[in-house]
C-alpha cells in the first residue's frame, strides 16, 4: 500500500480534530423560568473528570485559575472547573473527599447547621457503576471503593422528586447564585450553576425538568464558580476548597 497522499493526510488531520472537538465538555447557557443557567455535559467515557483540592507541595489551589496554570505546567489542559462541594475555613473538605481512589477526608455523619447538614445530605460519586449521587446514608451502608467522591448537601432531587428539607420551600426567598451536580446517566455527569440568584426549590427543578435528573445534589451557594473556556467563562472570586476539573 501507497504513502497516503498530502489530500488524505489533510483529511485525516481534520478527522482528529474534529474527534478532539466533539469529546470536547459541552457547555450551554440556558435560560429557565427567567433564570440564566450554564449547564456542562461531561461525558464519562471520553473524558477524565477528577477532583482537586491541593497542589503537589500540599497547598489549596484556593482558585479554579490557579488550578489551570499548575495543570499548564505539567503539560495538561483544564478544560472545565467548578467548586466542588463545601469546605471550612482552611479549604479543606467539610466532608467526604476521595481523589484518584485515595480518601482524604472521611465521610461526616455528624448533624449541625448550614446547608450542608439539611436532611437528606449525600455524595456525588464514580466508581465501576459510573456517575452517581447517594444519601450519605446510603453511602455509609453501601461503603463503595469511588474514583472520586464529594460530599455535601442538601440533595436537591431524590427518586425524582424535589426533596423536601426546609429550606426547599418555593415560596423561599432565599436568592443565591447557586452550583450542583447530577448523572442523567452512569456514564454522564452535568454541572450547573446559576448566572442569575435563584431559590434551592427553582434550582431543584431545573434539574427534574430540564436534564432529567433523578438525583441531584447541591455543591454550594454565592461562592461558587466555573472555568469553561468554550463559553467564555473564567470566574474568579472567593478562594475554593475541592474542585472538579477535567483535563486534556
Known amino acids: 500500500m501507497g504513502r497516503p497522499t498530502r489530500r488524505a493526510l489533510g483529511l ?6 474534529f474527534a478532539t ?20 455535559r461531561v461525558d464519562l467515557r ?3 473528570l477528577h477532583l ?11 482558585q479554579l485559575s490557579s488550578l489551570r496554570d499548575s495543570l499548564a505546567q505539567q503539560g495538561k489542559t483544564l478544560a472545565f472547573a467548578m467548586n466542588a462541594g463545601m469546605y471550612q475555613e482552611d479549604l479543606s473538605p467539610l466532608g467526604l473527599f476521595v481523589s484518584e481512589h485515595r480518601e482524604l477526608v472521611r465521610l461526616n455523619r455528624r448533624t449541625g447547621l448550614g446547608n450542608f ?9 464514580v466508581d465501576e457503576q459510573g456517575a452517581r449521587v447517594l444519601t450519605t446514608e446510603e453511602y455509609a451502608a453501601a461503603s463503595p471503593h469511588p474514583l472520586l467522591a464529594t460530599q455535601s448537601g442538601p440533595i436537591l432531587v431524590r427518586q ?5 428539607s426546609p429550606v426547599m420551600s418555593p415560596q423561599s426567598t432565599s436568592l443565591r447564585i447557586r452550583n450542583g451536580v447530577c448523572a442523567p446517566s452512569p456514564d ?17 427543578r431545573f434539574f427534574v425538568e430540564q436534564l432529567g435528573c433523578r438525583e441531584a445534589l447541591y455543591l454550594d451557594g454565592s ?6 473556556p468554550s463559553v467564555g467563562r473564567e470566574d474568579f472570586g472567593r478562594d475554593l476548597g475541592p474542585m472538579f476539573g477535567v483535563t486534556q
Open 12 to 17: 485525516i488531520a481534520i478527522l482528529v480534530v
Open 21 to 40: 472537538t466533539a469529546r470536547a465538555v459541552e457547555c450551554k447557557n440556558r435560560t429557565f423560568e427567567s433564570v440564566r443557567l450554564t449547564a456542562c
Open 46 to 48: 471520553h473524558e477524565a
Open 52 to 62: 482537586f483540592w491541593r497542589d503537589e507541595a500540599g497547598k489549596p489551589y484556593g
Open 117 to 125: 447538614y439539611q436532611p437528606p445530605n449525600g455524595v456525588f460519586l
Open 160 to 164: 425524582g422528586s424535589i426533596t423536601e
Open 188 to 204: 454522564v455527569a452535568a454541572f450547573v450553576i446559576s448566572d442569575s440568584p435563584v431559590n434551592f426549590y427553582g434550582f431543584a
Open 223 to 228: 461562592i461558587s464558580g466555573l472555568y469553561a
